[in-house]
């Protein structure tokens, strides 16, 4: 959960000098620098065949266009900070995935993976439990996710959620892969201004 901004006015060997006197701030609280947020843009790629996720995010402004990501063993995209064990970067914004396939991910039978798209309070795992918004704006418009064997989305601690025209085929609940869970096509939790709409599975819309 953000609590404020502040301004570092020195930083010197890890001590850092606070312009005036931020309200909130506490020991044990993680302070992100923005200045490193960079924006990114991916047209026309192909991933594929990776040991993990296909896209990893942990910044703002981004837009990931008629890429293909394909034969992941893991996630096709994680939307997550690490701010518990790596303490890369905060949380995202801004984000969209437009016009992209998402074919055969989440396909190592070994691991449990929660979603095609995960967004996620923390990369160390999800938190269906709290409420706090922590992400803002982020859409995924006009995709096919096809032969992927998990739910499609996982969504935790978002503003602004925007799941639409995107088509879903051969999509079915694989028993190995998942355990004795039941699977949704969708799972969206403590999640804010959500628009879910013009998509369709196996051509029957939802």
Not at 79 to 93: A, N, V
Not at 151 to 172: Q, Y
Not at 180 to 196: F, Q, S, T
């Amino acid at each position: 959960e953000k609590k404020c901004s502040i301004t570092v006015s020195e930083y010197n060997c890890g001590n850092m000098i606070f312009e005036g006197n931020p309200e909130g701030v506490n020991p044990g609280d993680v302070l992100c620098n923005t200045g490193y947020y960079c924006s990114v843009e991916v047209r026309n790629t192909v991933t594929r065949n990776s040991r993990a996720r296909g896209f990893l995010i942990q910044t703002q402004n981004v837009l990931i266009e008629n890429c293909e990501i394909a034969d992941m063993a893991l996630a096709g995209v994680i939307i997550s900070p690490d701010l518990k064990i790596w303490y890369e970067m905060g949380p995202s914004s801004n984000v969209t995935f437009r016009n992209n396939k998402f074919i055969n991910c989440c396909n190592d039978h070994g691991f449990i993976t929660n979603a095609v798209i995960s967004i996620q309070r923390a990369h160390d795992g999800p938190d269906m439990v709290s409420q706090n918004k922590i992400h803002k704006q982020i859409t995924f418009d006009g995709n096919l996710f096809e032969n992927c064997h998990v739910s499609i989305l996982h969504a935790e601690g978002t503003d602004g959620l925007i799941f639409k025209n995107n088509s879903i085929k051969n999509c079915v609940f694989d028993a190995v892969n998942n355990k004795d869970r039941k699977e949704k096509i969708l799972n969206i939790y403590a999640c804010d201004n959500v628009e879910i709409s013009g998509n369709d599975v196996d051509g029957v819309l939802f």
